[in-house]
């Protein structure tokens, strides 16, 4: 009895510890990797000291979440580089009471960041395990203003648009015409353009008084934007 007490505070001693540590690598990465870089914007530091980057990996990887890079999601997909999310997020110039549609749940970590600073955010996944399992972390962490939608994200989400902000996290070739139109006058859309699989521009689209300005901002590498076969 008493030695299954200590086994049972012993690994509780062990989570707290764990914890702890992924708390230490969070407030590191954005201090080394946020804030010595260009990312400034408060509410995107907020969110990046708060949410468990750790929860969205699988446990095969977790040890790498707090890396300055990509890590795998399984399925083929990466969750973004720390930096990458921050700079898109930041790009956004999100405001409390904006609608955000983001494209590419993948782990559902962006739109974890992004439900930390608005209060609606709707995101499309093409794979269905993935948007599944982001579905349900998104839940359990209590992100209840993050809804997750399986499908091609090509065609946007027309019913809950229009929207103040839109991000794109997998490489696409072009910019989809019906994201361009569900983006609000006055909104910015940000997506990686490029070549299949090669190195993409990360684009911000501006659309003011009806007319859209495009501006390349960075040169990125995405996992590519998919489409389902039987869509047009
Ligand atoms: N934002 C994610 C990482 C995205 S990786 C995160 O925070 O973890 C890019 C994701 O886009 C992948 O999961 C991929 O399956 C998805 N994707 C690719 N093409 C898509 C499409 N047409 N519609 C919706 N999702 C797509």
Redesign the pocket.
């Known amino acids: 009895m008493r030695l299954s007490w200590l086994a049972l505070l012993a690994g509780l001693g062990f989570a707290v510890c764990a914890q702890d540590d992924y708390s230490i690598q969070r407030k590191t990465m954005v201090e080394t990797q946020l804030k010595a870089r260009d990312i400034y914007d408060k509410a995107t530091l907020a969110a990046m000291g708060k949410v468990p980057r750790e929860q969205?990996v699988p446990s095969e990887y977790r040890f790498y979440s707090y890396t300055d890079g990509p890590v795998s999601?399984g399925?083929g997909?990466?969750?973004?580089q720390p930096y990458i999310?921050a700079y898109m997020t930041q790009a956004l110039r999100l405001k409390p009471h904006h609608k955000v549609l983001?494209?590419?749940?993948?782990?559902?970590?962006?739109?974890?960041?992004l439900a930390e600073i608005v209060d609606s955010v709707y995101?499309?996944?093409?794979?269905k395990p993935?948007g599944l399992r982001?579905k349900s972390l998104l839940k359990v962490l209590g992100y209840d203003n993050a809804i997750v939608k399986i499908?091609?994200?090509?065609h946007g989400w027309p019913e809950k648009g229009p929207f103040d902000a839109i991000i794109v996290?997998?490489g696409a070739e072009a910019i989809p015409k019906p994201l361009i139109d569900q983006l609000k006058d006055g909104g910015r859309m940000i997506i990686p353009v490029g070549p299949h699989r090669g190195v993409r521009q990360l684009v911000q689209v501006d659309k003011r008084n009806g007319k859209v300005r495009k501006k390349s901002v960075m040169a990125v590498r995405?996992?590519?934007?998919?489409?389902?076969k039987e869509d047009p």
Not at 77 to 80: A, F, H, L, R, Y
Not at 102 to 113: C, K, L, P
Not at 151 to 154: F, H, I, L, Q
């Open positions: 969205f999601i399925e997909q990466t969750i973004s999310v983001e494209v590419g749940t993948g782990s559902g970590y962006q739109a974890a960041i995101t499309i996944e093409i794979v993935l982001a499908g091609d994200g090509y996290t997998a995405f996992v590519p934007f998919t489409r389902n």
